[in-house]
Nanobody, 121 residues
């Protein structure tokens, strides 16, 4: 079973930066597609970006493109979300997920518990 733990959230002023971490146990994140999502109060969860397992390519939502960057540290089994030039509208609970397929053929989709990011104006 893949377990994910996010960390790194907090309170930051507009224009500031934060780096979120998503650390896994139970499976190498190199074998998983990683997604970052966020959910603001009263809004639906939305995708922020993702990291492909096969070739390491990344993709981002238009709202964060050029400001957020996803990277991976395989030795630490951790994926990061570097967030720069933060805006008040980035305030949300941020989640990571990991999905993939075991060698047996069964699939998995695991979510972390979320970490709060608050950007003050």
């Amino acid at each position: 079973q893949v377990q994910l733990v996010e960390s790194g959230g907090g309170l930051v002023q507009a224009g500031g930066s934060l780096r979120l971490s998503c650390t896994a146990s139970g499976r190498s994140l190199d074998l998983s597609k990683i997604g970052w999502f966020r959910q603001a109060p009263g809004k639906e969860r939305e995708g922020v970006g993702c990291l492909s397992a096969s070739d390491g390519t990344t993709d981002y939502a238009d709202s964060v493109k050029g400001r957020f960057t996803i990277s991976r540290d395989s030795a630490k089994n951790t994926v990061y979300l570097q967030m720069n030039s933060l805006k008040p509208e980035d305030t949300a609970v941020y989640y990571c997920n990991a999905q993939g397929q075991y060698y047996s053929g069964s699939t998995y989709l695991s979510w972390g518990q979320g970490t709060q990011v608050t950007v003050s104006s």
